[in-house]
């Protein structure tokens, strides 16, 4: 056992190719992009203060707010409106019309991923939100709530794409009368059935690669209406149970209708996710049998198969169905900041 | 008082909302809706979600022979432990080797500055639409804010060809990869340090005014100090965010050992050792330790800053 736990560590001192003096100039040359970065902020700062009086104001106005905004005018702004402009032109900059969405909606291809982009959107907001706020009533004031919390909430915190290899494990197939590696498809075995590979089969694939997501999701979910949960006043619940509520019928007529705007946020929250999945898609199957999404789509079709205008078109639909959801979390905050 | 009730440590507390705290426990004990069934209900959901992550980990360990023919579940059975894997992806160099160790630091290259970056000017342009009054702040608030939901997908072309413009030729470095993760940052921790500047008392705000106080002054001396637990909370979150972001890795690292982030180099791997689960699931435990550490050190805040954003929206 020791032989193997040093044999790293030795590696590791007496590495021959220059790894450390590579990692070495790398963070070295991100600790001084860090350094000149505050030392301009800082010393911008330091003369707007010495600025004459007269129009002190405005310069330092400019100062703060400026930096913000160049860049998301020049890095999301303008390029958005390229991109629009990019989905209804060819590659000389000539009008086409809606030719590229023409081909978005119409060729057999794209409508198996919009499809699936329907299935996801349909099905992972709800299952997150079901799951994670069943969870959430159940812990509640339960002992030990803080590391159940934990555990569901945990998947939040990694990458997708490192999610979507745990889930790659745990579907990975071997021939029926061979040993699984896979635990599900052990399960499948141990329930007297034959193991299935639930990657490769169409349209089951998709709702496998979905699961995925959902087992990410539903620890957001939880968080934050388990706090909703809390919120709940003790009095409305006593007064129900006064009047013989079971605790079934308190939760559909007292928690639910208390924790309804965080349910519209969690929900909207996860729908514009779900929206944009992408790492899930590319990691697992890369949009092979059948499995695509807008978001993947967007990328093979832009950057790996050289056509920009129908990638241009693809992040134009996913605009447009995002823009529901930005419109009521702007009126959302309207209301809000005119309460204040 | 008779019934006795569950301790709650002060992170329960936290993870579990203010307003509870705050309740006699009498009433909480009647609150409760929990039962038996829901009990053994909510430990089957922990045990599914978990199950997972451990069989992964497991498995990382565990020498190849072994993890290729028999489940992780049978390590009683076909008992071994091993490094080798580790040793493999992190530090062995070669063509189709996964050279974890390079793109375990490029990732930190990545991160922490941009993180910084998005953290200072996020903070600038926050005071500024909270505390000093100019014509269409309030549009332009509400510009940004709408921002955070428009997909990074628009962006993308764009954005790279305004990178490989010959005046700026930044494609492929580390900058192009800081400035992208910069600009997609900013509209959400712009909305989240706002929420919280804005509720600074007014009567702070004014009081340093009266002072002779600049905006820079007051910016520094009294704003700053006032937002650090947003600023944890958020940190927290931009560090993640990045961390584990894959398109924008793609788009804009160029690919290459030089530049591209652990993810970006697990995925590819995935793609060409699919089979090879010793590695892929060794490798994958390297990308997911740190934020794992980072989540389980500092989870209030994590929570806290969650809440924050979703919340208020």
Redesign the interface.
């Known amino acids: 056992?020791m032989s193997?736990?040093t044999?790293?560590a030795m590696?590791?001192a007496g590495?021959n190719?220059n790894?450390w003096a590579?990692?070495g100039s790398?963070?070295g040359?991100?600790a001084v992009?860090?350094v000149i970065?505050?030392a301009v902020?800082g010393l911008l700062?330091?003369f707007?203060?010495r600025a004459p009086k007269k129009g002190?104001?405005f310069i330092?106005?400019t100062?703060?707010?400026a930096?913000?905004?160049v860049?998301?005018a020049?890095?999301?702004?303008?390029?958005?409106v390229?991109?629009i402009w990019?989905s209804v032109t060819d590659r000389d900059g000539t009008w086409v019309g809606f030719d590229n969405f023409q081909v978005v909606f119409t060729d057999p291809t794209m409508l198996t991923v919009l499809r699936n982009t329907v299935i996801w959107v349909l099905i992972v907001p709800v299952a997150s939100t079901a799951?994670g706020l069943?969870?959430a009533?159940?812990?509640?004031?339960?002992?030990g709530?803080?590391v159940?919390?934990?555990?569901?909430?945990?998947?939040?915190?990694?990458?997708?794409?490192?999610a979507?290899?745990?889930?790659?494990?745990?579907y990975?197939y071997r021939a029926e009368g061979f040993?699984?590696?896979?635990?599900l498809n052990?399960v499948l075995v141990w329930l007297g059935g034959t193991p299935h590979q639930f990657l490769n089969v169409p349209p089951w694939n998709t709702f496998f690669l979905i699961l995925v997501f959902v087992?990410i999701q539903?620890?957001?979910a939880m968080?934050?209406l388990?706090?909703?949960i809390?919120?709940v006043p003790?009095e409305l619940?006593?007064a129900a149970?006064l009047d013989g509520a079971s605790?079934w019928q308190?939760?559909w007529s007292v928690?639910v209708p208390w924790i309804r705007?965080?349910l519209v946020?969690?929900l909207t929250?996860i729908t514009?996710a779900t929206?944009?999945v992408?790492?899930i898609v590319?990691?697992m199957t890369?949009g092979q049998f059948e499995t695509s999404v807008i978001?993947n789509e967007?990328?093979s079709r832009?950057?790996r198969l050289g056509q920009?205008a129908i990638?241009?078109a693809?992040?134009?639909v996913?605009?447009v169905m995002?823009i529901p959801?930005?419109v009521y979390?702007?009126r959302?905050?309207?209301q809000?900041?005119e309460v204040r | 008082m008779s019934t006795p009730t569950p301790p709650r440590t002060e992170l329960d507390a936290d993870l579990g909302g203010i307003e509870a705290a705050e309740e006699p426990k009498a009433k909480r004990v009647k609150k409760r809706l929990t039962s038996r069934g829901a009990t053994a209900a909510a430990i089957v959901i922990a045990i599914l979600w978990t199950i997972p992550t451990f069989g992964l980990a497991i498995s990382s360990f565990r020498p190849e022979r072994e993890v290729k023919t028999t489940g992780w579940w049978t390590i009683f059975e076909n008992w071994g432990w091993t490094l080798d894997n580790y040793n493999t992806i992190l530090f062995e160099s070669g063509a189709s080797s996964a050279s974890l160790g390079s793109y375990f630091v490029n990732s930190f290259v990545i991160t922490i500055p941009t993180t910084i970056f998005v953290l200072a000017l996020a903070l600038m342009a926050a005071y500024a639409f909270a505390w000093i009054p100019f014509r269409g702040a309030s549009w332009l608030f509400v510009m940004v804010f709408a921002l955070q939901i428009v997909p990074l997908q628009m962006a993308l072309i764009p954005l790279l060809r305004i990178f490989n413009y010959d005046w700026i030729d930044i494609s492929g470095t580390f900058a192009a990869v800081w400035v992208a993760h910069t600009i997609f940052g900013l509209p959400l921790a712009i909305f989240l340090l706002h929420n919280f500047i804005s509720e600074i008392p007014r009567d702070v705000m004014e009081a340093a005014k009266v002072d002779g106080s600049s905006h820079t002054q007051t910016f520094t001396r009294i704003v700053l100090p006032l937002s650090v637990p947003a600023i944890a909370s958020l940190a927290i979150f931009q560090f993640l965010w990045v961390w584990n972001d894959l398109l924008v890795a793609l788009v804009f690292s160029g690919g290459t050992v030089k530049t591209a982030p652990l993810t970006q180099r697990l995925a590819e791997f995935a793609g060409d050792r699919g089979s090879d689960w010793q590695l892929l699931t060794a490798a994958a435990f390297v990308s997911i330790i740190v934020p794992l550490i980072v989540f389980f050190s500092l989870q209030r805040y994590f929570v806290r800053g969650l809440l924050a954003g979703s919340t208020k929206g």
């Open positions: 056992m193997t736990l044999v790293p590696q590791l590495r190719d790894f590579d990692a790398k963070l040359g991100a992009a860090i970065f505050l902020v700062m330091f707007a203060d002190r104001d330092q106005l100062l703060f707010v930096p913000a905004l860049l998301l020049t890095g999301l702004i303008w390029p958005a390229q991109t990019q799951i069943a969870y009533v159940f812990i509640d004031r339960s002992k709530e803080k159940l919390k934990s555990l569901v909430f945990m998947p939040m915190a990694i990458s997708m794409v490192g979507s290899i745990i889930w790659g494990f745990m990975t040993d699984q590696i896979g635990f052990q087992w539903t620890g957001f968080v934050v388990s706090a909703a809390k919120g003790a619940h006593e149970s605790g308190r939760f928690t705007g965080a946020v969690v929250t514009i929206l944009k992408f790492d590319r990691t890369g978001a967007m990328y832009a950057f920009p990638g241009a693809l992040a134009v996913l605009f995002v959801i930005i979390n702007v959302t905050l309207r809000h900041r």
